[in-house]
């Protein structure tokens, strides 16, 4: 298997604009994670999704950001409008039917 | 609320030189404690699950152990290879959430 796939790896963006992250969870996984790492704060949860379904997105830091989940292969992640404090790396994660979860390489996002 | 916390921050060690990081949790029913390993550039890559107090395990230079309230991620004999920034995690019974801690930053020297 590949993996946890995520697209782009890296994006730089105007403030203002919309962003949409990508991912791809491991096949036959029914569980997938968004994260967000900072030096700042670690690594924080925004959202997951369980069979395709939000679960718990308490993490997501405000409306500007969205998570959608259209079918058990694709997620993405959107912000809009995106803001210099959007500046993080995003890391999908996706867990089948043990409990680890396993990560992909991750979106370095800057917004200037 | 469940916390873990990591120490220490960062660690420097010389090649051969053995030594331990720290995970310390506090949790209500804990369903697993993750250790992964994370390069600069790249995602977090699993290590080991432990599931309860007690339980041990190793790869290669690695070995991860448990107890009620901490666990410990002893590194026998590192090489410069072995630099990287160590993250602990735990699961709950009460959420499928996973709780990272701030990770450890290894550096190892020749």
């Known amino acids: 298997d590949a993996g946890v796939i995520q697209s782009p790896r890296h994006e730089v963006t105007e403030m203002g604009q919309e962003v949409t992250l990508r991912c791809k969870p491991i096949s036959g996984h029914d569980y997938l994670f968004w994260y967000r790492q900072t030096m700042m704060r670690g690594l924080e949860l925004l959202i997951y999704f369980n069979n395709n379904v939000p679960i718990d997105d308490s993490g997501m830091p405000e409306d500007r950001f969205s998570a959608k989940m259209p079918n058990a292969s694709f997620s993405t992640l959107k912000i809009q409008p995106s803001e210099p404090r959007d500046s993080a790396v995003y890391f999908c994660a996706s867990r089948g039917y043990g409990i680890e979860a396993f990560f992909g390489q991750g979106t370095r996002l800057t917004v200037v | 609320e469940d916390q873990v916390t990591q120490s220490p921050e960062a660690l420097r060690l010389q090649e051969g030189e053995s030594s331990s990081l720290n995970c310390s949790y506090t949790?209500?029913?804990?369903?697993?404690l993750f250790w992964y390993r994370q390069d600069p550039g790249k995602g977090p890559e699993f290590l080991f699950t432990?599931?309860?107090a007690g339980e041990e395990k190793e790869k290669e230079r690695l070995k991860a152990t448990l107890t009620k309230k901490e666990s410990f991620l002893h590194i026998t004999a590192p090489k410069p290879e072995d630099s990287a920034t160590y993250l602990c995690?735990?699961?709950?019974?009460?959420?499928?959430?996973?709780?990272f801690g701030t990770g450890t930053r290894l550096q190892v020297f020749p």
């Open positions: 432990l599931y309860s």
């Open positions: 995690a735990v699961l709950t019974y009460n959420t499928d959430k996973l709780i």
């Open positions: 949790v209500s029913g804990l369903r697993g």
